[in-house]
């Protein structure tokens, strides 16, 4: 794809689909809190290029029409199961798909859940719900009856597109849910016979595809209409719907996965994070899908000699992942800088990485390990290490096309150096939570995105996480970061992960309490625990030393690597 390239969009406007590695990316969107910056026009929003996004614009027809459109239909967009499947492939079924909903009366603006591990039907499904005008769910596939229960009623979704497990679970919270008129069935096209739900009520999605038109036209759609629904991944507690437009993806796309990692047509991604959640399925799906490159899909978990063997086997350039997962790589023996292939970009997500693992992957394998911290209100990230410029510890710099500020309790901006809460704005943010009102208003503060992340700023510009606000602890009437006493835990070479929360002692003031799980061939026990403790007094604070040290099988995490603190803290001591 050559810059300058345009496509069409809707009913005005040209839009470009080349963008320069390492252009400056700069946007500007309509205030919701006051008028639009001068620069841009209320009817456009700027990309990169300064090319207009047009009113009338919808995502589907610009991430994967386009490409058919241009002549690159017979580019591969996937990997799956050892067998490359075209754009031009995933653009007929998704029309297919597209159809197949509107036949089951899904109209403009209604929801449909895909609940589906990821593979080529989770890209046909999401693509052809857009495209009908309609709004993509995705959620884990994994969950139980209930909390599927929860969402179907929380989001009145019409349609749910599901692959087993989570079909029957679905299944069986369908009596509860009224709105969902129908459920279709994806099956594993390497196991034999039919799904075995289909006789429950579920609709057979071959079958549906096969009997639709393979031709659909984008719908009308506004650049901001609703085109997904991200559920956060609950690591505070219950998970609730961030609302994103068409145009946010084409904003996360530009600004995260083409000027900060620099991805190219010739790019070929690997994510171990899930399509299903924000972060996943902007590597997977509309990061390669901006630019004509290709990602590979893998439906189940990897575990870290698959994910070698997968290296081996693909050839990725790009890898993405959560810390833990690099962590447990580093783990398998005998590994060195020919088993990361043709690997240009390693980033990880989800918590903070510590130094050593920072370090350890650099000595072990010669690649940067890049830091970075989004969110699902953000779609995407905001802060980011990049390329050649990473630096252990820190998350990073404020990704070109956003701003970032720090402030205190009473919202004032915090002293150079001092920690603060972290403040956001960009292009790409959600327009609120789905039907959350008091939240939305306390997270989106006008143009600006409140996070519930402590960070402070170095001289340079360098962010440096704390942790979640919830999370700090106050020791003796001093703030204490749970991620510093983490970090100097994790230097520990009997260590693998650690979460620190906070505990009242017997006499009722707070201490810090760690939860730590072992490194290959460690012994928990009295004299690791204390150890450990004269470990952290050796380097910080003598009151941030953890006041407890319990050993543990695992963390408690969201299915995308964040761990749960809040479940830590519910039992009492």
């Known amino acids: 794809m050559s810059e300058g390239e345009t496509l069409r969009c809707g009913n005005s406007g040209e839009l470009s689909t080349g963008v320069a590695r390492g252009a400056p990316l700069r946007y500007h969107r309509e205030s919701r809190g006051g008028p639009a910056p001068v620069a841009a026009p209320l009817t456009t929003m700027s990309t990169p290029d300064r090319t207009p996004v047009p009113d009338r614009f919808n995502a589907a027809a610009f991430f994967l029409d386009r490409h058919v459109a241009e002549g690159r239909g ?59 005008g309609a709004v993509a ?39 509860g849910a009224p709105w969902l008129a129908s459920v279709v069935a994806v099956r594993d096209a390497d196991a034999a016979g039919a799904p075995g739900a289909a006789a429950a009520g579920a609709l057979d999605y071959e079958a549906l595809l096969a009997a639709a038109s393979p031709a659909l036209a984008a719908a009308d759609t506004h650049r901001d209409d609703a085109a997904l629904w991200g559920y956060t991944s609950g690591s505070t507690g219950a998970p609730k719907a961030a609302v994103h437009a068409h145009r946010d993806l ?17 790019d070929r991604i690997l994510s171990v994070s899930k399509l299903y959640f924000a972060y996943g399925l902007g590597n997977s799906l509309y990061f390669p899908a901006r630019v004509g490159a290709a990602a590979i899909l893998v439906p189940g978990r990897l575990e ?36 990361l292939g043709a690997l240009r970009l390693c980033v990880s997500s989800g918590e903070a990485l510590a130094p050593r693992l920072f370090h350890q992957w650099q000595d072990r394998f010669g690649v940067e390990l890049l830091d970075v911290v989004g969110s699902t209100e953000a779609l995407h990230d905001f802060i980011a290490n990049r390329p050649g410029r990473a630096r252990a510890g820190s998350s990073g710099e404020v990704i070109p096309g956003f701003e970032a500020r720090l402030v205190d309790g009473d919202g004032r901006p915090v002293l150079p150096g001092n920690t603060g809460e972290l403040l956001v704005k960009g292009d790409s943010t959600a327009s609120g939570y789905w039907n959350r009102r008091e939240q939305t208003r306390r997270t989106m503060v006008g143009e600006w995105l409140r996070t519930g992340d402590m960070f402070y700023q170095d001289t340079e510009g360098y962010f440096f996480f704390g942790g979640r606000t919830d999370d700090m602890l106050k020791v003796g009437g001093m703030w204490v970061s749970p991620v510093e006493v983490e970090s100097c835990l994790l230097d520990h070479p009997a260590l693998l992960e650690v979460a620190v929360i906070g505990r009242r002692d017997t006499d009722g003031l707070t201490r810090a309490h760690a939860y730590c ?11 690791l625990a204390a150890e450990l403790t004269q470990h952290v007094r050796r380097r910080l604070a003598g009151y941030k030393a953890p006041r407890w040290v319990d050993f543990v099988a695992e963390l408690p995490k969201t299915p995308t690597g964040k761990i749960q603190r809040f479940r830590l803290r519910a039992p009492a001591r």
């Open 74 to 132: 017979a580019r591969t967009a996937f990997r799956h199961r050892a067998r490359s499947i075209s754009y031009a492939r995933v653009a007929d079924r998704a029309n297919r798909c597209g159809n197949a909903l509107a036949g089951l009366g899904v109209r403009a603006e209604q929801r449909v859940l895909l609940a589906l591990p990821d593979g080529p039907e989770f890209a046909e499904a999401f693509w052809g719900a857009l495209k009908l």
């Open 137 to 175: 769910v995705p959620v884990n596939p994994g969950l139980r009856a209930e909390e599927y229960l929860q969402l179907l009623r929380d989001g009145r979704m019409t349609a749910a597109v599901a692959a087993a497990p989570a079909l029957d679970a679905i299944l069986s919270a369908r009596a």
């Open 250 to 266: 084409v904003c996360a796309a530009d600004l995260v996965g083409v000027g900060t990692f620099g991805i190219g047509p010739d």
């Open 304 to 339: 870290p000699e698959g994910i070698f063997e997968l290296i081996a086997a693909e050839r990725p350039t790009c890898l993405f992942a959560v810390p833990t997962v690099y962590a447990r790589l580093l783990e398998v023996p005998g590994r060195g800088p020919g088993d």
């Open 517 to 527: 799980v072992l490194a290959a061939g460690a012994a928990a026990g009295p004299d």
